[in-house]
């Protein structure tokens, strides 16, 4: 059986300018491989979701998401705004 390649999928959003969130990179392989090590090197949230990458990896560099994902990228960006409050409050 052959083994998956990795994919990855970031994601861009600035509330009060865009509608919904945009796709910024994808890739796979070492492609997806560098755009996680970027992340991380930049204390952005990775979270791992084949399912979600599958679906927006079929889109295009700066297109907004569907709105049928609309739910799924909402739990998401509540998981990184959660991070990110728990960052500002630990010393």
């Known amino acids: 059986?052959?083994?998956?390649?990795k994919k990855a999928v970031a994601?861009?959003?600035k509330p009060g300018?865009?509608?919904?969130?945009?796709?910024?990179a994808k890739g796979a392989g070492r492609v997806a491989d560098k755009i996680i090590e970027i992340a991380r090197e930049h204390d952005i949230p990775?979270?791992?979701d084949a399912d979600l990458v599958e679906v927006l990896a079929k889109l295009d560099?700066?297109?907004?998401?569907?709105?049928?994902?609309y739910v799924v990228v909402?739990?998401?960006?509540?998981?990184v705004y959660s991070l990110n409050?728990?960052?500002k409050e630990s010393p």
């Open 1 to 5: 059986m052959e083994k998956k390649q």
């Open 61 to 69: 560099i700066e297109q907004e998401i569907p709105a049928d994902v």
């Open 46 to 48: 990775v979270k791992d």
């Open 17 to 24: 300018k865009d509608r919904a969130p945009k796709i910024a």
């Open 11 to 13: 994601l861009k959003y």
């Open 74 to 79: 909402a739990e998401l960006l509540a998981f």
């Open 85 to 87: 409050s728990r960052k």
